[in-house]
């Protein structure tokens, strides 16, 4: 109840300081990638770039539920925190430095909301489906796509129902699966979870939360078919690795392999350890998702399924509380629902995109659904947005 | 259970107050039955834990409730039009606001996040605070503030760029020596207490064992709360394995947990000190588990509550990263530290308690220093000194000490 303080809150215009932070993002942008003003709303015709897409495109969408601030992203002072997403992946894209979030700022909720078009108004720490139809179903409805081409590879804690809405007209049977590689990796512990454990973290938010899973997670033995990985190769790579984002990605990288889905949802979550007040956490699950987005990026090109041929969205949920806002505890939570907690950003990249373009416009994410389906051709009746011209 | 309206309170609604918190609600009663619904609950959640506020909160608190009874009713309704605005559910307006206005305030928020009403009562509660400071001008300093905090305890070395948020304040020392740096400061904090002698007004808060310092000097560590965390950490471990318990009841315990569920004082001079601790532990994510965020946070909550002539804050080396549930369950921890990763999550800390300091009275002539501990670095701010300079002139922390008076 921080942000409930009624005492020491100050003043501040919300358009003013998401302008300021847009701004401080394009500036930024501008020195460290050496993009010009020009390239600014320098967009090429829709039809120009409707012709370079090819038939049948593919889209992989990449959240970071625990919002990252510009203090450690992209003002001046975080640049060192997000060298792949400024020097790599900046120059290919077309960046949006205002992305406004108007909804519920809890990681699930907020996450059903960019996936649904629609501000969801659900209880965050509930077990239940978006209330509108998601991404995944108007895509399959209305393109006629078979289940295995929409997917989700999500963190356990909630997001067992990302995949598919309860909307009546929509809903069981159109929507995606859903893969939560931490509750895998714990079901196939049968004899303990040891060399694991750095992996099974779990939300730092409500840590004790563990909610019913139901709807359309695959279980291991699915898993087994379906990306040719036996039980005893998943746990052999999973200790390998560094955090559960790492185990998100190598999940979501055989899925690419193995079964291609025409649309691919990814959402990292390391950055939400913050909730622990633990700020070197936070900057190394920072750089670790700055990595994981370059790698994700890599696996694209080199995917003969997807090379060429897929448009890539890197988008925080939303942002963090800021230092001055007394009701918050800066970066640890995002709870005031100060203009910074609610500013993020977005890049876009792929064929038809214009490459190191900043739009400073101010923008929605609930605007993603939309413009994901003006790039993939459905037609997200029920969602908010509106389509991005700059890209759809 | 019928809908209660801050028109039908009377002085029996109150009678599971404590005995001060009670008298002031009665006192007010005919200003509390002017007040919109919203605003009446967040006035209670004060004003219930009054016999155990710092004397500070119990000062503001008492201004708070005479100015707004100084209002008329015209007045009331025009200053508090944003809360009017807002509405409840059925369902929300129904709970028992009075004698739990803490989980009610948790409810609360869940609703105006579910209803897009946040944003309403931010600017309603802003609209508030700004009328209030206006009228109101805060508490004058009774002497120079002075912020302290000691970070890096247990590195040996490292390339870290420490204070960088904070060297545009003040001077970065670069050749401190400071062979018994920290008694050196804790002297400091303890003359300043002996000096200008008042119920929590000088704080010495250890993210590991406190050194002793004395009764005039309030003292608050990691170590010291261990029984204390334990407990609690057992509590919500029961609430996890009973299997009924989602992240509502897990607040809704702590919302009503008491000093001594956990062993910490409850009676006398000492309840004021144990409401507080037991607030540290379950106010604060992560305080249980991280000993840099229990320090951060402690300090945070001094300033901002008691509102000290002094504070000086210690960072210890915290507990490696290890899985959350883990961590609160108390099985399989490890005792492994990381003390680079804590001399990262401090040096955040100290700039979050300048700036703490800076939103209490008096912040002009404020005095703060940074020292990382052992080593030859610290940080100064102070009215007399410049900013965003870097000094490599050989200094002690007494001569500095004395520069940022």
Redesign the interface.
């Known amino acids: 109840m921080e942000g409930m303080q009624l005492r020491d809150l100050k003043t501040a215009s919300s358009e003013e300081v998401s302008a300021a932070v847009a701004r401080s993002r394009r500036e930024f942008l501008w020195a460290a990638a050496g993009v010009t003003a020009g390239s600014l709303f320098s967009f090429a015709p829709r039809v120009l770039r409707a012709a370079a897409l090819r038939p049948e495109p593919k889209a992989v969408v990449v959240t970071f539920g625990g919002g990252a601030r510009d203090e450690e992203t992209f003002a001046p002072e975080g640049q060192e925190n997000i060298p792949n997403l400024v020097q790599t992946l900046f120059p290919q894209s077309t960046f949006f430095a205002q992305v406004i979030n108007k909804g519920i700022l809890g990681h699930y909720v907020a996450t059903a909301s960019l996936a649904t078009g629609v501000y969801e108004t659900f209880n965050n720490f509930a077990a239940v489906s978006p209330h509108n139809p998601t991404v995944f179903e108007y895509f399959r409805k209305d393109l006629h796509r078979r289940a295995n081409d929409a997917w989700v590879v999500a963190p356990s804690n909630g997001f067992n129902r990302i995949g598919e809405s309860d909307h009546r007209s929509y809903g069981e049977g159109f929507g995606a699966g859903v893969i939560l590689p931490k509750h895998l990796l714990a079901s196939s512990m049968s004899g303990g979870t040891t060399g694991y454990d750095h992996l099974l973290r779990d939300s730092y938010e409500a840590p004790f939360y563990t909610p019913e899973l139901a709807g359309n997670e695959v279980e291991m033995q699915k898993l087994k078919e379906l990306l040719k990985l036996s039980v005893e190769d998943f746990s052999a790579h999973a200790r390998s690795l560094a955090s559960p984002d790492e185990l998100s990605v190598y999940i979501a990288r055989r899925l690419m392999r193995e079964v291609a889905p025409s649309l691919l949802w990814i959402t990292l979550h390391d950055i939400d350890i913050a909730h622990s007040g633990a700020y070197s956490m936070y900057i190394e699950g920072i750089r670790r998702s700055d990595r994981l987005c370059v790698e994700i990026w890599t696996a694209i090109q080199s995917e003969p399924e997807y090379a060429g041929r897929t448009t890539m969205f890197i988008l925080p949920d939303f942002g963090r509380d800021s230092d001055t806002d007394p009701g918050g505890n800066g970066f640890q939570h995002h709870r005031t629902g100060d203009p910074l907690s609610r500013t993020t950003w977005m890049m876009a990249l792929g064929p038809g995109i214009r490459k190191g373009v900043v739009v400073d416009r101010p923008v929605e994410s609930i605007d993603l659904v939309p413009t994901l389906g003006s790039l993939l051709g459905f037609h997200p009746r029920f969602a908010q947005g509106k389509a991005l011209p700059e890209i759809a | 259970m019928n809908a209660m309206l801050p028109a039908q309170l009377t002085p029996e609604s109150f009678r599971r107050y404590p005995p001060q918190a009670r008298s002031i609600c009665v006192e007010h009663l005919e200003m509390l039955h002017q007040l919109p619904m919203i605003l009446v609950p967040?006035l209670l959640r004060e004003a219930i834990t009054y016999d155990w506020r710092f004397p500070a909160e119990r000062r503001?608190l008492d201004r708070q409730l005479a100015y707004l009874g100084g209002l008329s009713k015209p007045q009331l309704d025009a200053l508090l039009r944003g809360f009017s605005q807002l509405t409840l559910s059925a369902e929300l307006a129904k709970s028992e606001w009075i004698n739990t206005p803490?989980v009610f305030?948790?409810q609360?928020?869940?609703h105006l996040?579910?209803?897009?009403q946040?944003?309403i009562?931010?600017a309603a509660?802003?609209d508030?605070?700004?009328a209030?400071?206006a009228a109101n001008a805060q508490e004058p300093a009774g002497r120079q503030r002075l912020g302290i905090v000691v970070v890096g305890q247990g590195v040996a070395a490292t390339d870290y760029p420490l204070f960088?948020k904070l060297r545009p304040k003040g001077v970065f020392f670069t050749n401190v020596s400071a062979p018994d740096g920290l008694q050196a400061l804790l002297a400091k904090v303890v003359a300043r207490a002996s000096a200008q002698a008042q119920p929590y007004g000088h704080w010495y808060i250890d993210g590991g064992s406190a050194e002793a310092v004395g009764p005039a000097v309030t003292a608050v560590s990691y170590s010291g709360l261990e029984s204390a965390r334990k407990a609690l950490l057992n509590r919500?471990q029961g609430?996890?394995e009973s299997g009924s318990?989602?992240?509502?009841a897990?607040r809704t315990l702590l919302a009503q947990m008491k000093p001594q569920d956990v062993g910490l004082a409850a009676d006398g001079d000492a309840a004021v000190l144990g409401h507080f601790q037991l607030s540290l532990l379950t106010e604060?994510?992560?305080?249980q588990?991280?000993s840099?965020?229990f320090a951060?946070?402690a300090a945070?909550e001094a300033l901002?509550r008691a509102q000290p002539a002094t504070v000086l804050v210690r960072f210890a080396p915290?507990q490696r990263?290890?899985?959350?549930?883990?961590l609160?369950s108390g099985k399989?921890v490890s005792n492994e530290l990381?003390p680079?990763?804590?001399?990262?999550?401090a040096?955040?800390?100290a700039?979050?308690t300048w700036?703490n300091q800076q939103?209490l009275s008096g912040a002009d002539q404020a005095a703060f220093l940074g020292w990382f501990e052992n080593h030859n670095q610290a940080i100064a701010i102070g009215p007399s000194l410049p900013h965003g300079t870097v000094s490599s002139e050989p200094a002690t922390l007494e001569q500095i000490l004395t520069w940022i008076s």
């Open positions: 967040l503001e803490s305030i948790e609360l928020t869940t996040w579910a209803t897009h946040m944003d009562f931010r509660a802003e508030y605070a700004a209030w400071q960088r919500m609430v996890i318990g989602g992240p509502e897990l604060g994510s992560g305080t588990i991280f840099t965020t951060q946070w945070r901002r915290r990263q290890q899985p959350m549930n883990e609160l399989h990381d680079e990763g804590s001399l990262v999550d040096d955040m800390a700039y979050y700036l939103r």
